[in-house]
């Protein structure tokens, strides 16, 4: 069975860095993207970039470019989402999903909710 | 900046058809954009329905069907159940590996 788990829910000051995490099972880690999607609050869907976890090239949407880091350690099947600074404007929900080339995205995560209040 | 632009919202009778459709500010949706749509209910993580504007996963019902329609992608539900409603969001890629998700589509079963 198909899987991926991010870690817990997270709260954090403003300035803080952190990573969260998407653990895949089930599959061939290696053979898939990961993509990392945010969804803030009671609003939609915005893709944020993405990783190959058989060499770890990365893209990224302009909109996310510089402002997070997507990283991945295909040892333990895991995809990491970081900040090296966070902002009241990064509280949101995350979402890791698994990808096949340009054609799909199948498997998600259950959601990783970020909050970051002073 | 990509838009990709989806009705705020549509309602529909149980049992009923209704077509959700997705437009780049680019020009013509053709599936070279490999339209995708996913189903997110409240307090759940999406879920994957159409792949390449027409191909179903194995756990996709057979009554949602995706199309192009019109210079759009398209996402027809037919006999449509109570267990449908739901914010629907179609994402388009673009080429470079960049993706861009529709703002989304409220589907209330009326």
């Known amino acids: 069975e198909v899987q991926l788990v991010q870690s817990g829910a997270e709260v954090k000051k403003p300035g803080e860095s952190l990573r969260i995490s998407c653990k895949g099972s089930g599959y061939s880690f290696t053979s898939y993207w990961i993509s990392w999607v945010r969804q803030m609050p009671g609003k939609g869907l915005e893709w944020m970039g993405r990783?190959?976890?058989?060499?770890?090239?990365?893209n990224y949407s302009p909109s996310f470019q510089g402002h997070v880091t997507i990283s991945a350690d295909k040892s333990i099947s895991t995809a990491y989402l970081q900040w090296s600074s966070l902002k009241a404007s990064d509280t949101a929900m995350y979402y890791c999903a698994r990808g096949y080339g340009e054609s799909y995205i199948d498997y998600w995560g259950q959601g990783t909710l970020v909050t970051v209040s002073s | 900046q990509t838009v990709v632009t989806q009705e705020p919202s549509l309602t529909v009778s149980p049992g009923g058809t209704v077509t959700l459709t997705c437009a780049s500010s680019t020009g013509a949706v053709t599936s070279g954009y490999y339209p995708n749509w996913f189903q997110q209910k409240p307090g759940q993580a999406p879920r994957a329905l159409i792949y390449s504007t027409s191909n179903k996963h194995s756990w996709t019902p057979a009554r949602f069907s995706g199309s192009l329609l019109g210079g759009k992608a398209a996402l027809t539900l037919s006999g449509v159940q109570p267990e449908d409603e739901a914010e629907y969001y179609c994402?388009?890629?673009?080429?470079?590996?960049?993706?861009?998700f529709g703002g989304g589509t409220k589907l209330t079963v009326l």
């Open positions: 994402l388009l890629y673009y080429g470079g590996a960049l993706w861009v």
């Open positions: 990783i190959d976890p058989s060499d770890s090239y990365t």
